[in-house]
């Protein structure tokens, strides 16, 4: 069993910085790829961004890429969302998932949700 619980959303300006954290309880966290999806009011959930069980591999929705970064850190069980240049169109809610398998960009194959954290952009 993982936990996951997100935390670093909030309100921010068009062209501003956040960096999202999701702590992870458990022992296994390093053998969980992990990733990252949001979803906008009336819209469904959408992928962001994965990263393998070891950091060596990661993989980004168009919209973010070369706006967001994913990492981990297993020692300390979290890994992190670096969003940069935000725009109007990242507001949503942010959840963080595990997966025991391999990461995917489908969030029907994770295993594991946290409850979310808000991200709001300002225009």
């Known amino acids: 069993q993982v936990q996951l619980v997100e935390s670093g959303g909030g309100l921010v300006q068009a062209g501003g910085s956040l960096r999202l954290s999701c702590a992870a309880s458990?022992?296994?966290?390093?053998?969980?790829?992990m990733g990252w999806f949001r979803q906008a009011p009336g819209k469904e959930r959408e992928f962001v961004a994965h990263?393998?069980?070891?950091?060596?591999?990661?993989y980004y929705a168009d919209s973010v890429k070369g706006r967001f970064t994913i990492s981990r850190d297993n020692a300390k069980n979290t890994v992190y969302l670096q969003m940069n240049s935000l725009k109007p169109d990242d507001t949503a809610v942010y959840y963080c998932?595990?997966?025991?398998?391999?990461?995917?960009?489908?969030?029907?194959?994770?295993?594991?949700w946290g409850q979310g954290t808000q991200v709001t952009v300002s225009s």
């Open positions: 998932a595990a997966r025991r398998s391999g990461s995917s960009s489908k969030g029907t194959f994770y295993d594991y």
């Open positions: 458990g022992r296994t966290f390093s053998s969980y790829a």
């Open positions: 990263i393998s069980w070891s950091g060596g591999s990661t």
